[in-house]
């Protein structure tokens, strides 16, 4: 009889679960809620990993709709990040998911051999990465002190094993200026929506000599009640990227000049709050990634060739601030959208379809194996455990 291995077992647990996980995706799907909202959809991610015997604990950090459930005792512990926020308007076009049914699927497969590889497994369900930042506040409030390595997966239009990601701020920038008539006395007032234009003509001009990589954009929250006052307030909210957190500091100290120009040209008064904490680039740890490469080859699929991924750093997330802090990847794996790509409503479509169910199992299994080669290979297994032990 052929040997039964402990990634061949984790795989069986997958493959034996796989109505219970496609349910989940679907269940997740079809009731959209958004960052800090996301009570049922938490709820549901734990479900299954409680009936398992994992021990939930709920709201680590005071975060009401983020948990962590631990399985085993053994020292080297795994984070498997699960999310499930979705987008304003256009519900799961991120396929969070996707991501919390095959975290769901590698944390069940992985307590099947845990107690064999000296592993704790910790499934930890992150809310709000699409605005709010979950993992740099869970960071913040010691959930992943002892984690040694983390894992998760993102779908997309491609499969991509060492994905990368810029770095990302937001501010809300709010002008105050003064009302009047804008027939009879314009000249009493002090216009906040030019100040808006102002300071958006000048990031306008600031786009010729962003450093490649950098990037901003905003959209005008408030822009006066109505076209016979001379608006008083206006609002802008912008996003800044750049290729790591120190490109995002310098272009975001050019850009609080721009918003500083709308205020001096109009005599405004400004204010500038950041949003959420930074998200820092996503640095995947490569030999976790190459491994993970080949568990794509070995189902069919056709990652970005290595030497490509580099220079395609994929939108921004907070799992970047993990893997700032320890060992981890995110890789992408691809699903048939149709040429839709993330945040369009032909994704969300997809993101339920049978393309997004293979993602699902498939990913769960990719994730599970590089985890069970993480814990056989000794090297490697030390390299994360001296990691953990020197972190400050």
Request: charged share 20%; with cysteine; proline share 5%.
């Amino acid at each position: 009889m052929p040997t039964i291995t402990a990634s061949t077992r984790t795989e069986d647990v997958v493959a034996a679960r796989r109505s219970d996980l496609i349910e989940l995706s679907h269940s997740i799907h079809a009731e959209p809620e958004l960052a800090f909202n996301e009570h049922r959809s938490c709820a549901k991610t734990q479900a299954l990993v409680a009936e398992r015997g994992f021990a939930v604990c709920a709201a680590p950090g005071g975060l009401s709709t983020a948990f962590r459930a631990d399985y085993g005792s053994g020292p080297l512990v795994i984070g498997i990040c699960a999310e499930y926020d979705a987008l304003p308007g256009i519900g799961h076009a991120c396929g969070h998911n996707i991501i919390a049914a095959s975290a769901v699927g590698t944390a069940l497969a992985l307590a099947d051999v845990a107690d064999d590889l000296g592993l704790t497994v910790a499934l930890i369900g992150t809310p709000a990465e699409e605005s709010g930042g979950g993992k740099a506040l869970l960071i913040e409030a010691g959930v992943f002190d002892d984690v040694a390595a983390a894992v998760m997966l993102h779908p997309g239009p491609i499969d991509i094993a060492a994905a990368r990601s810029l770095s990302l701020s937001e501010v809300t920038v709010t002008y105050t200026g003064r009302e009047s008539h804008a027939a009879v006395a314009p000249y009493l007032g002090v216009n906040a929506a030019d100040a808006v234009t102002v300071a958006q003509v000048a990031i306008g001009l600031l786009r010729q000599q962003m450093a490649p990589g950098q990037m901003a954009h905003g959209i005008v929250t408030d822009g006066g009640s109505a076209t016979n006052v001379i608006p008083g307030r206006a609002r802008l909210q912008y996003t800044m990227r750049a290729i790591d957190s120190a490109s995002r500091r310098a272009l975001e100290d050019k850009m609080r000049g721009c918003f500083e120009a709308g205020a001096v040209a109009t005599g405004c008064r400004y204010d500038i709050v950041e949003a959420a904490p930074a998200y820092a680039e996503l640095t995947p740890d490569s030999w976790l990634a190459e491994v993970f490469r080949a568990e794509m080859i070995r189902l069919g699929r056709t990652p970005v060739p290595a030497e490509v991924e580099a220079a395609m750093p994929l939108g921004s997330t907070d799992m970047g601030n993990v893997t700032q802090l320890l060992p981890g990847i995110h890789p992408v794996v691809g699903i048939d959208a149709g040429g839709a790509l993330i945040h369009q409503p032909g994704f969300a479509a997809a993101a339920a379809g049978p393309s997004a169910d293979r993602a699902v199992i498939e990913g769960a299994i990719m994730l599970a194996r590089t985890v069970v080669a993480l814990a056989e290979t000794t090297a490697e297994r030390d390299r994360v455990l001296d990691c953990k032990a020197v972190r400050p």
